[in-house]
Nanobody
Framework: QVQLVESGGGLVQAGDSLRLSCTAS????????MGWFRQAPGEERKFVAA????????YYADSVKGRFTISRDNTQNTVYLQMNSLKPKDTAVYYC???????????????????WGQGTQVTVSS
């Protein structure tokens, strides 16, 4: 049984930092591309960042470039999202997702991810 468990969310002030973690079990982590998505109240879930399994190539949404950093530790089956200079508009539930290594994988496409975590709330106050 595959499980993705996020942690690290919380309530912070604008300008603060948070680091989210997502630990996977039940799958061969190094065979999966990993992504972070977020969903704000009343909005659709949106892509935030992704890291490829093979060459660790990074992908970011324009809204977080220069502020967020995604990384992974294959020895710990964990993907991280370091979030700096947080803004109130970053408030959302953050989800990690695992997508199998495939030529069809696209970092921003939710349908290319097979497994999802339960989400962790990030709230940024002004």
């Amino acid at each position: 049984q595959v499980q993705l468990v996020e942690s690290g969310g919380g309530l912070v002030q604008a300008g603060d930092s948070l680091r989210l973690s997502c630990t996977a079990s039940g799958l061969t982590f190094s065979n999966y591309h990993m992504g972070w998505f977020r969903q704000a109240p009343g909005e659709e879930r949106k892509f935030v960042a992704a890291i490829r399994s093979t060459d660790k190539r990074l992908y970011y949404a324009d809204s977080v470039k220069g502020r967020f950093t995604i990384s992974r530790d294959n020895t710990q089956n964990t993907v991280y999202l370091q979030m700096n200079s947080l803004k109130p508009k970053d408030t959302a539930v953050y989800y990690c997702a695992a997508g199998p290594r495939s030529p069809l994988w696209e970092s921003t496409d939710e349908t290319k991810y097979d497994h999802w975590g339960q989400g962790t709330q990030v709230t940024v106050s002004s």
